[in-house]
C-alpha cells in the first residue's frame, strides 16, 4: 500500500492494518470500492485521535489483498 503513494500504513501485530490517505477522505474511497469493486474497508475516521483520511483494512490473504490494493490504487489515480 505504501509503494502506491498517497497513503501512509501503520505498523502492526495483528491482522488489521490501519492506513491515512494524504488526500481524499475515507468515506470516498469506501463508496468507491463498494460500489466499483464490492470490497469493503472500515472508515475509521470516527476513532478517536483520528481523521477523514484514515481507514482500516484487514489482511485476507495473497489474492484478495492484491484485488484491494489493485482497486485503491484505481481510485488514487482516479
Do not use: K, M
Given at each position: 500500500l505504501n509503494r502506491l503513494g498517497g497513503i501512509e500504513t501503520s505498523p502492526s501485530q495483528t491482522h488489521f492494518l490501519l492506513c491515512r490517505l494524504r488526500t481524499g477522505n475515507a468515506a470516498a474511497l469506501k463508496?468507491?470500492?463498494?460500489?466499483?469493486?464490492?470490497?469493503?474497508?472500515?472508515?475509521?475516521?470516527?476513532?478517536?485521535?483520528?481523521?477523514?483520511?484514515?481507514?482500516?483494512?484487514?489482511?485476507?490473504?495473497?489474492?484478495?489483498?492484491?484485488?484491494?490494493?489493485h482497486a485503491i490504487g484505481e481510485w488514487l489515480w482516479e
Open positions: 463508496d468507491y470500492l463498494a460500489r466499483h469493486h464490492r470490497l469493503l474497508i472500515r472508515d475509521a475516521s470516527n476513532f478517536h485521535g483520528l481523521t477523514p483520511g484514515h481507514f482500516r483494512i484487514a489482511v485476507q490473504g495473497r489474492e484478495a489483498d492484491d484485488l484491494l490494493i
